[in-house]
């Protein structure tokens, strides 16, 4: 089992929509967690970290639940800006960091 | 504020030949330093990473090296090169020491250098 594992996609949406992603992680160990967004050919860029209390940066929210050891990223209202691949990232104490393969969006007009 | 370079940006090598990749990192001192691979469609896989001067662990047994000769400088190596070395190797760094919730231990990546073997 990957240590961090995520739905591939791709999700197709239009503008406007409210897209979901769930990544799930396997490491119990795991302390901090992050979203990155990857553009195609590009370096994978933070987006948000992800706090157990949840938080919020604009159209974002990220969510994490220790119990079920998952982590979420909402987008509303998707913009065609937003189309890339989205990674979950775990890192445990250490300089572990693990990365999720990604789930691709696209946001189409 | 803080910036990292790396380079070459693209390169074509043939099997069997040697590689260099060079990471530096500008407007911070005590990087942690770390060399991920992203294969074609997959996910990033840490190769080495380094706390210090001439201090490298690595993650996964192959044939590339990887060296720190200098605080900010971070360099990939292979004698020879395989097929199955190809991809986008990317460096990044995050300021030393554990993570935090204040988010201060991200890892800021380079730009990648997009490396193909015939």
């Known amino acids: 089992r990957k240590e961090v594992e995520q739905d591939p996609g791709p999700f197709n949406v239009p503008e406007g929509a409210t897209v979901a992603f769930n990544c799930t992680y396997s490491n119990s160990a795991s302390q901090s967690f992050f979203w990155y967004r990857q553009d195609c050919r590009k370096e994978p860029k933070l987006l948000m970290s992800v706090y157990s209390s949840g938080n919020e940066d604009g159209r974002f929210t990220a969510q994490l639940n220790r119990a079920s050891q998952y982590i979420s990223l909402l987008i509303r209202d998707s913009k065609l800006s937003d189309s890339a691949t989205y990674l979950c990232?775990?890192?445990?104490?250490?300089?572990?960091?693990?990365f999720g393969a990604g789930t691709r969006l696209f946001v189409k007009a | 504020s803080q910036t990292i370079h790396q380079w070459p940006a693209t390169l074509v090598q043939p099997v069997g030949s040697p590689l260099s990749l060079e990471c530096t990192v500008e407007g911070t001192s005590n990087p942690n330093l770390y060399w991920y691979r992203q294969a074609a469609g997959r996910g990033l896989q840490l190769l080495f990473y380094?706390?210090?001067?001439?201090?490298i662990s690595s993650e996964v047994p192959q044939n590339l090296s990887a060296s720190r000769p200098q605080d900010r400088q971070f360099i990939l190596s292979s004698k020879k090169l395989l097929l199955s070395d190809s991809g986008f190797y990317l460096c990044a760094w995050s300021s030393s020491g554990g993570p935090g919730r204040s988010g201060a231990n991200v890892l800021t990546f380079g730009a990648g250098s997009r490396l193909t073997v015939l």
């Open positions: 990232v775990g890192r445990s104490g250490g300089f572990k960091t693990i």
């Open positions: 380094s706390v210090g001067i001439g201090q």
